[in-house]
């Protein structure tokens, strides 16, 4: 069993919209609805926690009761980092179990990824989604090739993120206590020495970050749909 922490309050930026990206429609849902529904669907997750603008919250409140999303257990305020939403969700969890954090712009995770990840989580402590690297990888100064790296060590990290609880809550409380910003969870977790483990994905758990992402998340629809009959 787990409970997912869903940070929910970024911007439409890098989408081009004038909204909050996650109330953008695939297939007149919500993509926020999108992501909510896997982990409402999944009997292993106990509860979701948000942290969601201020000024967003009765909204999405509305959403939820639209669509029928119970396992909310805690709706918070998000703060000026993805990191700080993190940590408000964590402060605000019923539940000292395995955790997850993940990105509520990916709506297309599997169950079977998201099971292998607590599970993981509850022998090693810390486990993300990831895949392999697929194109010739170069690291580059100043605009000129220095070597090219081996992909064969190379991994694309997504999420979600799952740690047992304890773990995460010192890295983020240190991370705080530190004025530490990182670019993950998982950094976070790497600070203390801890090992994070890999749990291989799919490349279809993308996020929803630019307008072609959405072309390429009804393409996913439409795939799942297929699967399905």
Known sequence: MYTVLLPAAGSGKRMGANQNKLFLELRDVPILIHTLRVFEKDSMCQHIV??????????????????????VAAITEGGAERQHSVYACLKASPSRGIVLVHDAARPFIKQE???????????????VAAVRAKDTMKKVENGIIQETVNRESLWIIQTPQAFQFELLEKAERLANEEGFLGTDEAMLVERLG????????????????????????????????????
């Open 113 to 127: 990824v998201i099971h292998q990840l607590v599970e993981t989580a509850n022998q090693s402590r810390a486990a």
């Open 50 to 71: 948000l942290a969601v603008k201020k000024e967003e919250q009765a909204f999405i409140e509305h959403l939820l009761m639209k669509y029928q999303i119970s396992k």
């Open 194 to 229: 801890e090992s994070v483990h890999i749990v291989e994905s799919t490349y279809d758990n993308v996020k929803m970050t630019t307008k072609e992402d959405l072309l390429f998340g009804e393409v996913i629809l439409n795939k799942m749909k297929q699967e399905e009959q």
